[in-house]
Structures are given as structure tokens and as C-alpha cells.
């Protein structure tokens, strides 16, 4: 079934654009130019996948992403944000979305991660694959992760990175990537630290049942969450 997609932007040139791309892609597009006409169509029609820019009139991005989640509406999201302060794009992260891209961008980039987005719910959404979102759940509002429901009582940074991870179920993520999450405002952040934090991340999740080899070392890259099977 075509999937359709939402294109959220003020910027006429960039919707068109973003839009032609994806429909040479085979998605069905949607186009907004204003929060408000965004948040109009997402509740018409709820779309497959929401492209949203950060900063439009009448509504943001991020305002129309807190309210599809108030909603508990399951519409993936992908920003589209010029802001060029790493901290902003964590927070962005951290308040739902699924991925974002930084103007100006490729548009090759930004239908791979479209792409990514919709297989990685696939993923989840197919009964007999990989299930991990059933034992391990992450919650950004109350910076808490959880396994089988038990706590892990993480610090902010342990927390940080388990996020970074859990939103690249089987992909590799670097010690560099790791510590730009960890410490966002800090980028003289050893490497090496990481080490340790996944360490003790490691023993917080086998001590509530998790599989020791839950988080993979891939060395001389990073490491990657290894996708459960049920």
C-alpha cells in the first residue's frame, strides 16, 4: 500500500521540492505551509510520516509533535530544523521525534532517513521479527528507561546514551556520536569515558534481566543495540 507522507514547511521551494522527491520515491505527499494547516491535515488524515518543519507560523514543529503524542497518535516525525546548536537538536530528540535533518540538506539524506524511519516500524509493528521495544522502553519526559517495567535508574548520562542507541535499533553508533549525546555542550568530551558508561549501562540492564550482550561492542566503530527476538 502507497504510504503518504506529510510535507510541513513556510518554505514554498523547499515543500515542493521534498515533495516531487518523495513522490518519485512512490510515496503520496501532503504539503502545509503553516503549523496550523499541518496540524489540520494530520488530524483529517493521519499521514504515514510527518516531515516537519521546526520553525513555521502559528504552530512549530515541536508544538505539533507534543500534541500527536498528547494524542497518542502513532505518526512517525521527522524535523526539518536550520537550528545549528547541538543542543537543539537533542532536545528535539528528546521531545519525540523520530529523526532530523539540518537545513541545508541533501535530499538524498533526507529520503534515507525517511526510509530508515519507516523500516525501523516495520520492524516493530511485525509480529514475528524483532520485538525489543517490548522489554526495553525509553521515556524522554521523565529521562527514565525501563526493562520488562522494571527501572534502571540511570544517571542523565547513562540515560542519554541508552537513548542515542535505542533510536538506532542494530545500527552502529561511535564513541564520538555517543559523547555529543552524552554531553551536547561539551565538545571536548573524552571518547574514552564512553567506555565506562557503557560499562556501568551494561550492569544496570543485566541486573534487570537483559541479555549481557544486549549493547555489542563493534570494535574500532562503536557499539550497536543487538535487536531482541521473541
Given at each position: 500500500?502507497?504510504?503518504?507522507?506529510?510535507?510541513?514547511?513556510?518554505?514554498?521551494?523547499?515543500?515542493e521540492s521534498v515533495s516531487m522527491a518523495l513522490r518519485r520515491e512512490g510515496f503520496a505527499t501532503?504539503?502545509?505551509?503553516?503549523?496550523?494547516?499541518?496540524?489540520?491535515?494530520?488530524?483529517?488524515?493521519?499521514?504515514?510520516?510527518?516531515?516537519?518543519?521546526?520553525?513555521?507560523?502559528?504552530?512549530?514543529?515541536?508544538?505539533?509533535?507534543?500534541?500527536?503524542?498528547?494524542?497518542?497518535?502513532?505518526?512517525?516525525?521527522?524535523?526539518?530544523?536550520?537550528?545549528?546548536?547541538?543542543?537543539?537538536?537533542?532536545?528535539?530528540?528528546?521531545?519525540?521525534?523520530?529523526?532530523?535533518?539540518?537545513?541545508?540538506?541533501?535530499?538524498?539524506?533526507?529520503?534515507?532517513?525517511?526510509?530508515?524511519?519507516?523500516?525501523?516500524?516495520?520492524?516493530?509493528?511485525?509480529?514475528?521479527?524483532?520485538?525489543?521495544?517490548?522489554?526495553?522502553?525509553?521515556?524522554?519526559?521523565?529521562?527514565?528507561?525501563?526493562?520488562?517495567?522494571?527501572?534502571?535508574?540511570?544517571?542523565?548520562?547513562?540515560?542519554?546514551?541508552?537513548?542515542?542507541?535505542?533510536?538506532?535499533?542494530?545500527?552502529?553508533v561511535s564513541r564520538e556520536q555517543l559523547m555529543h549525546s552524552a554531553f551536547p555542550l561539551d565538545e571536548y568530551a573524552s571518547e574514552r569515558s564512553a567506555d565506562s558508561h557503557?560499562?556501568?549501562?551494561?550492569?544496570?540492564?543485566?541486573?534487570?534481566?537483559?541479555?549481557?550482550?544486549?549493547?555489542?561492542?563493534?570494535?574500532?566503530?562503536?557499539?550497536?543495540?543487538?535487536?531482541?527476538?521473541?
Open positions: 500500500m502507497q504510504k503518504t507522507i506529510l510535507v510541513a514547511d513556510d518554505e514554498r521551494a523547499v515543500r501532503v504539503e502545509a505551509a503553516d503549523g496550523n494547516a499541518a496540524w489540520l491535515s494530520i488530524t483529517a488524515r493521519t499521514p504515514d510520516l510527518a516531515i516537519l518543519d521546526i520553525s513555521m507560523p502559528f504552530l512549530e514543529g515541536t508544538a505539533i509533535l507534543a500534541r500527536i503524542r498528547a494524542a497518542h497518535m502513532s505518526v512517525p516525525v521527522i524535523y526539518l530544523t536550520s537550528r545549528d546548536e547541538e543542543i537543539d537538536r537533542i532536545a528535539g530528540l528528546e521531545s519525540g521525534a523520530d529523526d532530523y535533518v539540518s537545513k541545508p540538506f541533501s535530499m538524498g539524506e533526507l529520503l534515507a532517513r525517511v526510509k530508515a524511519v519507516l523500516r525501523r516500524l516495520e520492524r516493530v509493528d511485525t509480529p514475528n521479527d524483532a520485538t525489543r521495544s517490548l522489554t526495553l522502553s525509553v521515556n524522554p519526559d521523565s529521562l527514565s528507561a525501563f526493562w520488562s517495567g522494571t527501572e534502571l535508574g540511570l544517571t542523565l548520562t547513562e540515560f542519554r546514551m541508552l537513548e542515542r542507541l535505542f533510536r538506532r535499533p542494530g545500527e552502529v557503557i560499562k556501568r549501562l551494561r550492569k544496570k540492564l543485566e541486573a534487570a534481566g537483559a541479555d549481557s550482550a544486549l549493547i555489542e561492542t563493534m570494535y574500532g566503530a562503536g557499539y550497536r543495540i543487538r535487536e531482541e527476538k521473541q
